[in-house]
């Protein structure tokens, strides 16, 4: 019978090394799903792309960085300050900045003028947070979570990147009930398939986009919980998962919620696996190729239907 390999095994030819940036690398990509979930909600309800997505999430950053540095809490509990905050945020960010947009060119179905709107909020947060806070890179000092591993053999997983996973997981079945067996969720995915058939049934489509804005502001804010324990807080740091964000989407599928899932831990694969094999610089180059072909392919995504909900 043949032998199966053991630990040392795989020790000395590197698989093990190889197995363990694989774990490390679906951990985070399924941190970068959970920071690009938000995007494609907003995406699939209201038609349009948030540029301003990644500068929510650096909010979302900030917000859990001063609660936590003012209050001691634990950096997880802070999520239950984050979260509404970022939720009302986004809810009134849509009703007063966004809303008149769509409703000056009510009959185009994708109004162009949101984008030019989402991409000045996205320079005037990023600016007002450099002029408040200054360039400074920011972390948490006291932090029980930060460098702690779960060691297995001789693998070493990060503690910090697993709670983002479960994070991850927990979000994504979460919105998916929301939408699927909540009366205001129903609601939600009618105006999202045809807003003028949901508005001949009395649903208050304004009203849909100010909820949908601020669950996918919420869910950034989630993300930035994940983030704070571990990654550097500054002004510009949502600009770095804006663009991992805009990539994920599209290998995922606009308005797939699991799509956006997998298709960060696709990017998290080939961020962690690929130096293995070759230079960073390479690794980036797969990654922007295969959003290029997944766009050339296959535009709506690999998960992607025309009405994912």
């Given at each position: ?10 020790k000395?030819?590197?698989m093990i090394?190889?197995?363990e940036d694989?774990?490390?690398g ?20 209201l038609?349009?792309i ?14 859990a960085?001063?609660?936590v540095?003012?209050?001691?809490l ?15 945020f986004g ?11 769509f ?23 990023d ?23 779960i ?6 997983i ?5 709670y ?7 979000t ?18 009618a ?20 909820v ?22 500054f ?12 990539i ?5 599928g ?24 070759m ?6 180059a ?16 690999l998960f992607g239907?025309k009405?994912d909900?």
């Open positions: 019978m043949p032998r199966i390999p053991n630990i040392r095994f795989f000395e030819t590197g090394y190889l197995i694989t774990i490390n679906i951990l985070m990509g399924s941190i970068y799903g959970l920071t690009a979930m938000g995007l494609t909600i907003i995406f699939g309800v038609k349009v948030n540029f301003a997505h990644g500068s929510l999430l650096m909010v979302g950053m900030y917000v960085y001063w609660v540095a003012l209050t001691g634990h950096p997880y509990l802070s999520l239950f300050f984050v979260v509404p905050v970022m939720f009302l809810y009134y960010l849509q009703d007063i900045v966004i809303k008149p947009i409703k000056a060119e009510k009959n185009v179905r994708e109004p162009i003028t949101v984008i030019i709107v989402t991409t000045g909020i996205w320079y005037v947060l600016n007002l947070t450099l002029l408040i806070f200054g360039p400074q890179y920011r972390n948490l000092m006291d932090n029980p979570l930060r460098g702690k591993m060691e297995l053999g001789d693998m070493f990060s503690v910090p990147k697993l983002g996973f479960i994070a991850a997981l927990v994504a079945f979460g919105v998916y009930w929301f939408f699927q067996k909540t009366k205001l969720g129903r609601g939600i995915r105006t999202s398939l045809d807003r003028e058939a949901a508005s001949l049934m009395g649903i208050n489509q304004y009203k849909v986009y100010n949908a804005f601020g669950i996918g502001t919420a869910t950034a804010g989630i993300a930035a919980v994940t983030l704070v324990p571990f990654y550097n807080i002004p510009t740091v949502g600009v770095l998962f804006d663009i991992k964000g805009f994920i989407v599209v290998l995922g606009l308005g797939s919620i699991g799509g956006a899932l997998i298709g960060g831990m696709i990017i998290g694969l080939i961020e962690s696996v690929g130096p293995q094999f230079t960073a610089t390479w690794t980036e797969i990654v922007y190729g295969l959003f290029l072909l997944v766009l050339f392919i296959k535009p709506s995504g239907v009405y909900w």
